[in-house]
Each structure stands twice: as structure tokens, then as C-alpha cells.
């Protein structure tokens, strides 16, 4: 089974694809970043292509996305779920099964534990995929750790379901 986590932001998306099996593999993990000086609708447009074509690209079986958390900045929270949408219709265009998971379900199944720190959620994507190292940038290697990032994390959490 091939699938597709998106952690969704307006500044950064992020997205991972593995292949899912007894020995998941990492088929690639990467960002749509778009400018804070480009018009949200272009910025939104922008998104929604990227992913599209990551779809096309990687022809996956199911989509990830991670859930908008209570936000106290209505404002970010918006523009978080703005992503979130055009990622959405991108998967739904696609006739994909779409499955959607909270930060705190994230971390408990790649980690065992619903608070874990960013760097332990890292350290298991980097385990349970077989990876040299733990994916970039940063602040993708747990949900929400601090910015919005690559979510690896959604990766692990779709095998957890698949198994």
C-alpha cells in the first residue's frame, strides 16, 4: 500500500510518501513553501497543484492528513485550515481514501506516548522506516513543533492503521 501524509500549513506544507509492507519504505519527503508576500489565493492555488502533482506522481492508495487543533491565533488556525481544504479536495479530485489524524494520535502511535517530544517522534520515524537520518526540516519530525513541517509522522501512523 503507498501512502501519502500531508501535514498541511499555509507558509509549509509538508508531505511524505512510503511504501507500506513488513519493511515500510520512504519513498519521499518534502515541503511546498509558499511566500508570505504571494496573495493567499495564489498561495493556496500553489498548494493545491503541488500535492496534486505529488499525487499523480506517486499514484498513492490513501492520504493522511493531519487534523486542525485547537488553535488560540483564530487567524493561524484559519489559514491552517484553508491548507488543509485544498489538500482535501487535491485527495478527493483523486478519488482517494482520505484519513485524518490528530497530533496527540500521531505521536501515541509512533512513540507509544500522546506528549512525546519532537526529537522522540524523529528518532522512531527514523527507526520504523529504516532511515539514515531523521527527516527534514526539523520542525516537521513531530506535530506541530513549533511550525507547521514535513510530516513523517503521518507516515508511521498509516502503517499502525494498515497492520
Avoid at 511524505?16 to 509492507?21: D, K, L, Q, R, T
Avoid at 496534486?52 to 487543533?69: G, K, N, T, W, Y
Avoid at 506528549?115 to 520542525?139: F, H, I, N, S
Amino acid at each position: 500500500m503507498r501512502i501519502l501524509g500531508v501535514d498541511p500549513g499555509l507558509a509549509l506544507t509538508g508531505f511524505g510518501v512510503i511504501e507500506g509492507s513488513a519493511r515500510p519504505t520512504a519513498l519521499r519527503f518534502g515541503e511546498v513553501r509558499t511566500s508570505p508576500h504571494t496573495p493567499e489565493a495564489e498561495r493556496l492555488h500553489r498548494i493545491h497543484e503541488e500535492i496534486s502533482a505529488i499525487i499523480r506522481a506517486f499514484r498513492p492508495d490513501v492520504v493522511a492528513v493531519e487534523q486542525l487543533f485547537f488553535n488560540k491565533n483564530a487567524r493561524s488556525a484559519m489559514a491552517v485550515g484553508q491548507a488543509r481544504g485544498v489538500v482535501l479536495l487535491a485527495a478527493a479530485e483523486a478519488g482517494l481514501e482520505i484519513h485524518e489524524f490528530t497530533p496527540l494520535e500521531v505521536k501515541l502511535a509512533v512513540t507509544g506516548q500522546g506528549r512525546a517530544a519532537k526529537e522522540q517522534v524523529g528518532y522512531m520515524v527514523k527507526t520504523l522506516l529504516g532511515l539514515d537520518a531523521v527527516p527534514q526540516p526539523d520542525a516537521g519530525a513531530g506535530p506541530r513543533g513549533g511550525a507547521p513541517g514535513a510530516p513523517p509522522t503521518m507516515a508511521p501512523v498509516l502503517l499502525n492503521y494498515c497492520a
